[in-house]
């Protein structure tokens, strides 16, 4: 069963427009939330994580997160898209007994456009 | 802080061939680093897990022998295609985790295998 969905494969967006990029987890222990970012032909980098404490998560390059649990869901926001941001984004997630193994969604391309 | 460096970046080999990648955490130690493959516009699988001075555990499906994972030191894992063919051609990415109880893994830069 698949743990981690994000439900749109592509988001094209204007630049200075906001962007929310969804993704939803299916668990029924704990678990630590992750979102990464990947450029062209490079590998991951790590935009935010939830672990514990406050839901709502700020991360790098103006983006935040918040973590539902209600709904299982922790979807990514920008307010301001710039056209540097277009790359392939990853939800990934940890569950509490899995050690540290990440398993990621499918990916979301987030293209910018002028 | 927290860089991994993966070597070569890109490698184009003949079939039959064996490539070895590796994967460096650069300013920290390194307990756990894993080995992902990743297909075009598709997300990352998880290979192996390799512990250093253990043997590595591979995910259901994967050739042990076929990809080869060395962790001998804190600092430093490899992984290693033998026999490529061109069905392993694919975007191979290393991550490495600090300490024992982190949950934060920090990933190299890739490694694109081009098998003829």
């Known amino acids: 069963a698949q743990s981690v969905t994000q439900l749109d494969s592509q988001v094209p967006v204007f630049e200075e427009a906001p962007v929310e990029l969804r993704c939803n987890y299916s668990?029924?222990?704990?678990?630590?939330l992750f979102w990464y970012v990947q450029y062209p032909n490079q590998g991951l980098q790590l935009l935010l994580k939830?672990?514990?404490?406050?839901?709502l998560v700020k991360g790098i390059n103006g983006f935040e997160a918040e973590f539902n649990k209600s709904q299982t869901s922790f979807h990514l926001r920008k307010p301001s898209v710039h056209i540097s941001d277009t790359a392939e984004y990853f939800c990934a997630v940890i569950k509490e007994t899995s050690g540290s193994r990440l398993t990621f969604g499918e990916g979301t391309q987030l293209t910018v456009n002028p | 802080g927290a860089v991994v460096s993966q070597h070569p970046s890109r490698v184009i080999c003949k079939s039959g061939t064996s490539v070895k990648i590796e994967c460096r955490s650069l300013?920290?130690?390194?307990?756990?680093m894993f080995w992902y493959r990743q297909f075009p516009k598709q997300s990352l699988m998880l290979m192996a897990t390799?512990?250093?001075?253990?043997?590595?555990?591979?995910e259901q499906g994967v050739e042990k022998d076929k990809f080869l994972i060395n962790h001998a030191s804190l600092t430093l894992s490899t992984l290693t295609v033998t026999s490529a063919h061109p069905e392993d051609s694919s975007f191979y990415i290393c991550?490495?985790?600090?300490?024992?109880?982190?949950?934060?893994?920090?990933f190299g830069a890739g490694t694109r295998l081009s098998v003829l």
């Open positions: 300013d920290f130690q390194a307990t756990t």
């Open positions: 390799s512990n250093e001075g253990s043997k590595a555990t591979y």
């Open positions: 939830y672990l514990s404490g406050s839901t």
């Open positions: 991550s490495a985790r600090p300490g024992v109880a982190g949950h934060i893994q920090y």
């Open positions: 668990s029924s222990v704990s678990v630590y």
